[in-house]
């Protein structure tokens, strides 16, 4: 191979290189420069000096290595397979409080802070929290750096918590059953079992296991498999659905309601049970409509609740209320459930109800009945 200049190669190294046979002589070394007009002065004296013979005492400059900086740090990250959601933002990031540049030493609770008030000057600690500082830390670990990074005050949120009461929560499931029973069996599921959302959506057929009360979920969100227990009643409801209605076609002579014809669902007329393992256990997916099918549902139910808590997250709020009140466990024992990865989570749900300290106040001392009547 002739001897030529070799492009940079990022992030190995900046500089070009030289490398190639000239003259009999076999050269490979850095140039030690990222420009290409002084790497062309390089090479050329490099053959001036094998011209003369005296390319053998030449010294070779060696070049340093150059250490990680944060994009360094988060390409291999990524490469590794970590989450990149929030990544693409803060490598973007430019002035004077970007992390992209900066070597990994370099990075420390200021420069953190820093980037994060540039780039969410308004946001709320717990959005800052889960878009800076939590994929920041992530990639310094991966790279080997276990610096202790405090959080933004506040980044918990707020433990105050709505659940329903089992008046409520009945009468709303009777409306989702009125709607469509998939969607009653859709909302029953998330109460009886806490799931998210997108857990029984993503679910298929072949992961209910009825025979054990059972619905696998090989990947959640904490990226950790959960075997959902199905109480019998969900184990019931599911064996009772009935197939999915056939819609209806315009035929000639025949005026159908607005919506009511239409592509027939899938799977329509066949057995609940019986369909393809590989279909989703429900047709449902994460989108406006199905969220105005339960604020239908709560209109109808008469259940009132906050904005911020009137989503499907209610149910997962009820099933650790329920499980704490009505089921008696603690803090670790929601999270032996398999529901919450973190204890810190489920101890929220110790707020539902009166500790058992608070409780002794029943034993105060009180006026007696025949003074207070004086």
């Not at 150059?66 to 990149?84: C, H, I, M, N």
């Amino acid at each position: 191979m002739p001897l030529k200049l070799r492009d940079p190669r990022p992030p190995k190294t900046p500089n070009y290189s030289v490398r190639g046979t000239y003259l009999g002589v076999y050269v490979e070394r850095t140039a030690g420069t990222p420009d290409k007009k002084v790497a062309a002065g390089v090479l050329k004296r490099i053959k001036n000096s094998i011209e003369r013979g005296d390319y053998a005492t030449a010294p070779e400059p060696v070049e340093a290595p150059r250490a990680p900086t944060f994009a360094d740090a988060a390409l291999a990250y990524l490469r590794a397979g970590g989450e990149g959601k929030f990544l693409g933002r803060i490598i973007e990031q430019t002035g004077p409080f970007a992390l992209r540049d900066r070597l990994l030493a370099e990075i420390d609770q200021i420069a953190i802070d820093s980037a994060a008030a540039a780039l969410y000057p308004a946001a709320p600690a717990t959005t800052t929290n889960r878009q800076i500082y939590t994929p920041v830390s992530a990639v310094l670990k991966h790279a080997g750096i276990e610096r202790k990074i405090r959080r933004p005050k506040g980044w918990r949120g707020s433990k105050a918590t709505s659940w329903l009461e089992p008046e409520q929560a009945f009468r709303l499931i009777g409306e989702a059953y009125q709607i469509d029973y998939e969607f009653g069996l859709f909302c029953e599921m998330l109460l009886y079992t806490g799931m998210r959302l997108s857990d029984p959506v993503r679910a298929r057929l072949r992961d209910l296991k009825l025979d054990q009360a059972l619905l696998y979920i090989p990947d959640t969100k904490n990226s950790d498999p959960r075997p959902v227990h199905l109480t019998p009643r969900l184990v019931q409801a599911f064996r009772k659905a009935p197939p999915r209605p056939v819609r209806p076609r315009k035929a000639a002579g025949h005026i159908l309601a607005n919506g009511e014809a239409g592509r027939s669902r899938r799977s329509a007329g066949v057995p609940f049970l019986d369909r393809a393992p590989n279909e989703k256990l429900f047709r449902f997916a994460i989108s406006g409509h199905l969220r105005k099918m339960l604020k239908l549902a709560l209109s109808r139910a008469g259940v009132s609740l906050p904005r911020r808590q009137a989503g499907f997250h209610i149910f997962c709020h009820t099933y650790g209320t329920w499980m704490k009140r009505y089921g008696r466990l603690d803090t670790w024992g929601l999270t032996r459930t398999g529901r919450w990865k973190d204890p810190d989570s489920a101890d929220r749900y110790n707020h539902t109800e009166a500790s058992w300290e608070a409780r002794q106040a029943d034993l105060l001392p009180v006026p007696h009945a025949k003074r207070i009547a004086r």
